[in-house]
Every structure is written in structure tokens, then in C-alpha cells.
T-cell receptor, first 117, second 113 residues
Framework: GAGVSQSPSNKVTEKGKDVELRCDPI?????LYWYRQSLGQGLEFLIY????????KSGLPSDRFSAERTGGSVSTLTIQRTQQEDSAVYLC???????????????FGPGTRLTVL | DAKTTQPNSMESNEEEPVHLPCNHS???????IHWYRQLPSQGPEYVIH???SNVNNRMASLAIAEDRKSSTLILHRATLRDAAVYYC??????????????FGTGTRLTIIP
């Protein structure tokens, strides 16, 4: 079946512009996660959705970053007034809810490579 | 959160077994041990997880020390496709609502043809 998809695959933008990154999770997965991977920083968590609610936004680096999820499916990560340090690969993952047992598998998309000039 | 320690890099010959170690000396009794890997230019993918007993699946085996302070991911017959960064991650099943994966630096595995 279809995996997690993300669009666009690559995005080049100018400093100060806003960008929107999209994630389509696996059908039926109630949990959705955003991570980013930048050189020298490794993979870092940004935000977690359970359904349309975001119980954990602790990884969002600043108030320029926001995310929403509608219909318990598609999610959009928005970065306002982009800065050069926002350049990274933004990864989305989805999973069945673990019920708190932490033994569920997360399925990752291919990522969106964002370059801020 | 309990931390994991892995070697930065390892090399192995193709078609030979690979043992990837992970130390987690501060592991709590409720921590699951998860392994993910990231192939070049791809998102991470799940490999295996366990709690106390050794685990096997089609991709790999997970050997967990009796005191659970360390574990080893075993690839039984490495192929070139197994070249990736391997991450050992602890997840506390009592930490309700804390669903995120906390990635360390991982081990970069190179397979020599």
C-alpha cells in the first residue's frame, strides 16, 4: 500500500518568505509526527499530532513554525519569515496510536529538502 | 530520559554478519529498545524493537543483555543495501503522550564489497 508522502520534495526559497510543507500519512494512522534533519544537528523532533490535536509541540524551534492537521489526515507545516538556519530536510512520519505503550512503529516519508537562500 | 551510546562508525564485509552495539546503562524497567536505520537520501525506517527477550524478524535480530544495560542489533548476512546509519532509541512505555523518537548520532555502517 501507499506509504507516507510529502510534498514538495525540494523547495528553494528566499530569506523572509513563508513556506508550507505537506504530509500525507498512511491511511488509518492517527498519529503524525514532524522531524527535521540538518547538517550538524541530526534528527530532531518538532511536533506530534494525535488526530487533529497536537499534544506535544515542544520541538518547534520558534513561533515562526506552526503546524496543523485537518480531518485526522493531511498535515501542513508552515514556516513564516524563513531564515537560512531553517534549511534542512523536513521529515514526516505516521503511526497507529500506541495507546501509550510506546511500541508502535513509525513510518517515515522521504522528506522535503528546504533551502533558504 | 535514558541515553544510548553507539560507535560513530563501523565497517563490515558483504555477506558477513554484522553486530551493532548499543549501550544504555541508565535504562529503566519500562524502556523499550527500538532500532531504526536511515538509508542514504531516505527517511528512517523501523528495524526492530524489544523489551527483555531477544527478538527476531525478517530484517534482523535484537540481542538484549540480561541486565538490559546493552543490546546488539545483528544483521545476519550484510548486503550493500544495508549500508545506512543505525539508531538505537529508548522509549518509555510509562511516558504516556510522549510519542516522539529521540534520535542520537547513530552508527554509520559501511559495507565493503
Amino acid at each position: 500500500g501507499a506509504g507516507v508522502s510529502q510534498s514538495p520534495s525540494n523547495k528553494v526559497t528566499e530569506k523572509g518568505k513563508d513556506v508550507e510543507l505537506r504530509c500525507d500519512p498512511i491511511s488509518g494512522h492517527t498519529a503524525l509526527y514532524w522531524y527535521r534533519q540538518s547538517l550538524g544537528q541530526g534528527l530532531e523532533f518538532l511536533i506530534y499530532f494525535q488526530g487533529n490535536s497536537a499534544p506535544d509541540k515542544s520541538g518547534l524551534p520558534s513561533d515562526r513554525f506552526s503546524a496543523e492537521r485537518t480531518g485526522g489526515s493531511v498535515s501542513t507545516l508552515t514556516i513564516q519569515r524563513t531564515q537560512q538556519e531553517d534549511s534542512a530536510v523536513y521529515l514526516c512520519a505516521s503511526s497507529l496510536a500506541s495507546g501509550g505503550r510506546q511500541d508502535n512503529e513509525q513510518f517515515f516519508g522521504p522528506g522535503t529538502r528546504l533551502t533558504v537562500l | 530520559d535514558a541515553k544510548t551510546t553507539q560507535p560513530n562508525s563501523m565497517e563490515s564485509n558483504e555477506e558477513e554478519p554484522v553486530h551493532l552495539p548499543c549501550n544504555h546503562s541508565t535504562i529503566s524497567g519500562t524502556d523499550y529498545i527500538h532500532w531504526y536505520r536511515q538509508l542514504p537520501s531516505q527517511g528512517p525506517e523501523y528495524v526492530i524493537h524489544g523489551l527483555t527477550s531477544n527478538v527476531n524478524n525478517r530484517m534482523a535480530s535484537l540481542a538484549i543483555a540480561e541486565d538490559r544495560k546493552s543490546s546488539t542489533l545483528i544483521l545476519h548476512r550484510a548486503t550493500l543495501r544495508d549500508a545506512a546509519v543505525y539508531y538505537c532509541i529508548l522509549r518509555d512505555w510509562e511516558d504516556f503522550g510522549n510519542e516522539k523518537l529521540t534520535f542520537g548520532t547513530g552508527t554509520r555502517l559501511t559495507i565493503i564489497p
